[in-house]
């Protein structure tokens, strides 16, 4: 389960959701969890509105905060209500490396967007095609898929993976409790293992045309303007 953020801000201000890192893989018996493990930090960014209404003195955040640790045979909930008083200056604020450097780093570690598309073979697997990611090491990648939604597909089948010239191909077997047919999914893609672990947010959308469109689904025109390009190239 997730940890649950309810913040009480200054009227003026906005808080993002947090950015969360790529999850690891925590397999426990027969159970597969995605999760974290020891210390995890989620950097959330915050920023004002509009002008403020009226005076503005200190500005106050509380978080009220639950969350669950595990371990291999229980969870034990938790909760905090904390607490931050940041004063109301005209001086540049002083940050502290330390933390600075942390967050910078986790902000980087985040899932960066990239290209997917999905294809539903029918036969109990889905093909994930993704492009606009970083293959320069992917010879000594491990290479792990993490679905956003439970139930979709096997948690705990490692995906098989296929490269490309534009990127890769990842074949995930489908869940029992899965849809007949898979037009979406969305999940965490990670590349290589340690500080040089790479992670892409993943949200696969299969094609408007089904595969092996005949030419009564494609139409006239387009049948002829298909036929027309493969005459001029075998031609040409």
């Not at 948690?155 to 077997?173: K, M, N, Q, W, Y």
Request: aromatic content about 6%; glycine content about 8%; proline content about 9%.
């Amino acid at each position: 389960e997730a940890p649950r953020f309810r913040w009480t801000t200054p009227g003026h201000f906005v808080t993002t959701a947090p950015a969360w890192p790529a999850p690891t893989r925590l397999v426990i018996g027969d159970i597969v969890n995605f999760g974290y493990e020891h210390e995890l930090l989620l950097p959330v960014r915050m920023h004002p509105s509009g002008p403020p209404d009226g005076a503005v003195s200190d500005l106050s955040f509380v978080l009220e905060l639950t969350w669950l640790a595990c371990r291999a045979d229980e969870c034990i909930p938790a909760k905090a209500t904390l607490s931050l008083s940041i004063p109301v200056t005209e001086n540049a604020p002083v940050t502290n490396p330390d933390w600075s450097l942390r967050i910078d780093d986790a902000l980087a570690r985040a899932p960066q967007p990239a290209s997917a598309t999905l294809l539903d073979r029918g036969d109990g697997n889905v093909i994930v095609s993704v492009s606009d990611i970083d293959l320069a090491a992917r010879a000594e990648s491990q290479i792990d898929f993490f679905p956003r939604d439970a139930g979709v597909v096997d948690e705990g089948d490692s995906p098989r993976v296929t490269f490309s010239r534009d990127g890769l191909e990842i074949a995930i077997a489908k869940a029992p409790s899965a849809p007949g047919e898979l037009t979406r999914l969305a999940g965490v893609l990670t590349l290589g293992s340690g500080p040089e672990r790479r992670a892409y947010a993943v949200e696969a959308i299969a094609n408007s045309a089904p595969v092996g469109a005949t030419t009564a689904q494609l139409g006239l025109a387009a049948a002829f303007a298909f036929a027309f390009v493969g005459g001029l190239l075998l031609n040409l």
